[in-house]
């Protein structure tokens, strides 16, 4: 079992950065691929990133592309989100998640992930 504590969300103009952490508890972290998603008011949770269990490889999805970077500490047990450039169209809630099942690519599906955290709220003011 593993548990996730988001924290870093707040409020920021538009063009400002912000940097999320999750922090995982459990030995198991380490040999987790992990998520980041969002979900916007009235909108479905949509996928933003992914970071392999020993943060060679990420993937993100287009609409953050080039502005954030997913990195992960192991010894902290610690996966992160920079966000650069935000947009208000980047405000939502963002949730990190761990996908305990070894894949050959990082999923961008939320049902391949199995824990999740509660979820820290990010605004970006026009």
């Known amino acids: 079992q593993v548990q996730l504590v988001e924290s870093g969300g707040g409020l920021v103009q538009a063009g400002g950065s912000l940097r999320l952490s999750c922090a995982a508890s459990g030995r198991t972290f380490s040999t987790y691929a992990m998520g980041w998603f969002r979900q916007a008011p009235g909108k479905e949770r949509e996928f933003v990133g992914a970071?392999?269990?020993?943060?060679?490889?990420?993937y993100y999805a287009d609409s953050v592309k080039g502005r954030f970077t997913i990195s992960r500490d192991n010894a902290k047990n610690t996966v992160y989100l920079q966000m650069n450039n935000l947009k208000p169209e980047d405000t939502a809630v963002y949730y990190c998640a761990a996908d305990k099942t070894w894949r050959r690519l990082l999923s961008a599906h939320e049902r391949e992930y199995d824990y999740w955290g509660q979820g820290t709220q990010v605004t970006v003011s026009s």
């Open positions: 970071i392999s269990w020993s943060g060679d490889t990420t």
